[in-house]
């Protein structure tokens, strides 16, 4: 028998050749290429920044700099009304969903403040906030109810560094940036019985809910170093505090 090819039937190199048609081939590619730019995007983005059940960070409708608020980071110069007019701007976007206050690079020296509802207080990887070391610039709050007294002094104690008091959807986080209590000169004065009043701690929100502090690291706290008190739905993870065994009390 000749070996005539069978027209009615495609040759094998022509069956091979149907299943690598332009078509099917750019269909490939586009699906492969889906496939690692989602897997690149949770990589680099959503651990980072959006919102899934995990309580990750969020993106705000709003965003600011410290700087925009006259803040200065030379480790020297005061940036208290520098924060405190960031809180206020955020304050105001409590409908639109808040807004995110970004510490940049620098040593940013501040006595205490207080967050808002709906905020994100983000730290650039070196900024470093600076509790100022002269309690007369930390106010006065009353004691913890659960003790209904102070802890080292009777009467009121000092507040945090950074306080909040009934607030809802409070996101604490950055690249790692640090908060410094500067804590030296309170366990100093606290040894020597030099203080009037129960020191603060360096970060502490009471009576809130749905928070979530990450990846920074909190330092030299003059007293407690995170406290929240009477608080629901609060998430902390990959923190990273730091405080002498022996030459910081508590």
């Given at each position: 028998m000749l070996g005539i090819e069978n027209p009615t039937r495609p040759s094998f190199f022509k069956q091979i050749s149907s299943c690598f048609s332009p078509h099917r081939i750019l269909f490939t590619l586009l699906w492969i290429l889906a496939f690692f730019s989602v897997f690149f995007w949770r990589q680099n983005v959503v651990d980072r920044f959006l919102v899934f059940p995990e309580n990750l960070p969020k993106f705000r409708p709003?965003?600011?700099?410290?700087?925009?608020?006259?803040?200065?980071?030379?480790?020297v110069s005061?940036?208290?009304?520098?924060?405190?007019?960031?809180?206020?701007?955020i304050s105001k976007?409590?409908?639109?969903?808040?807004g995110q206050l970004n510490v940049p690079a620098g040593k940013w020296l501040t006595a205490p403040f207080n967050l808002?509802?709906?905020?994100?207080l983000f730290l650039h990887?070196?900024?470093?906030?600076?509790g100022i070391d002269d309690e007369k610039y930390w106010p006065l709050m009353p004691p913890l109810p659960s003790y209904g007294y102070g802890r080292e002094h009777p009467g009121p104690r000092y507040g945090s560094l950074?306080?909040?008091?009934?607030?809802?959807?409070?996101v604490i986080t950055g690249h790692n940036g640090t908060i410094?209590?500067?804590?030296?000169?309170?366990?100093?004065?606290?040894?020597?019985?030099?203080?009037?009043?129960?020191r603060g701690p360096l970060v502490q929100i009471m009576w809130s809910a749905d928070i979530l502090i990450s990846n920074i690291t909190l330092r030299d706290s003059p007293f407690w170093t995170l406290y929240p008190?009477?608080?629901?739905?609060i998430t902390v993870r990959n923190m990273t505090i730091l405080a002498p065994i022996f030459a910081a009390p508590n």
């Open positions: 709003a965003v600011f700099s410290l700087t925009e608020f006259g803040g200065i980071g030379d480790g005061l940036n208290t009304e520098a924060f405190e007019r960031g809180v206020f701007a976007l409590a409908k639109k969903g808040g808002t509802s709906h905020m994100t990887q070196d900024a470093v906030i600076l950074i306080h909040g008091q009934n607030l809802k959807d409070i410094n209590g500067q804590g030296q000169s309170w366990w100093k004065k606290c040894r020597q019985k030099l203080l009037n009043h129960t008190y009477d608080c629901k739905n």
